[in-house]
């Protein structure tokens, strides 16, 4: 504070006071808002979705691109805790991780999670977590990046489909050229097909007289109650 100094008839004369140098301070509140400044850009405007949270799983901040993947409005979300947005029979992963970032055991995260659509179909994510604590050490909010992989999901289910499909009609091949048996050789082959068609029922064409092996009649093979293939004749 500045004080005055007075001459012997009582007239201020002059002013004493102290300055103290504060440009550190202030290059550091200016690089602070700069810092500030740019995560607020790179989080509103990134075409992946970002989310703050409270250590409860509230959101309390989302941007845009994470609100157009789920069909919520920001309103909407900024409602929800983590475990509102996903299906009610999963493990819930992501709470798991949110736990071992707030007991210190990990500063980052990264998984796979299921998301529910507000219209009710599933949206694969790959997440990335991170902590943010006070000046005391505290936890204070954690910062979310989700990216959409449901593209991905569906294709590399397709591919399993696929795999699995050739791996059925392979072992349909070695039950067709491993047996004497017609009628044994029908029964596997039917378990082989209502599995790769996922049916409830196939028809096959055999031969019913050795010496005529073009003429056939169709063979109705169906799922028993108990899943196994049966003829009907």
Known sequence: NDLPVFDKQGQVRAVEGIARDVTKQKKAEKALRESEEQFRRAFTDS??????????G????????FCRMLGYSEKELLSKKLHNIC??????PGVGYLEKLL?????????????LHKKGHIIWAAVTMSLLRNDKGDPLHI??????ITDRKSAEAEIKKSQRYFESLDRVNKVLSGSKD??????????????????DRVYLMTPCDPDAPDFSIPVEVRNSDRGKACLAA
């Open 103 to 115: 007991s210190g055991k990990m500063d980052r995260a990264e998984f796979e999670e299921r998301f």
């Open 47 to 56: 075409a992946m979705g970002m989310s703050l949270l409270r250590p409860d």
């Open 87 to 92: 299906p009610s029979d999963h493990s819930l």
């Open 182 to 199: 017609i009628h044994e050789t029908l029964r596997k082959a039917a378990r082989e097909m209502l599995h790769i068609f996922q049916a």
């Open 58 to 65: 509230l959101f309390i901040e989302v941007n845009q691109s």
């Open 143 to 148: 910062v979310a990046q989700i990216q959409d």
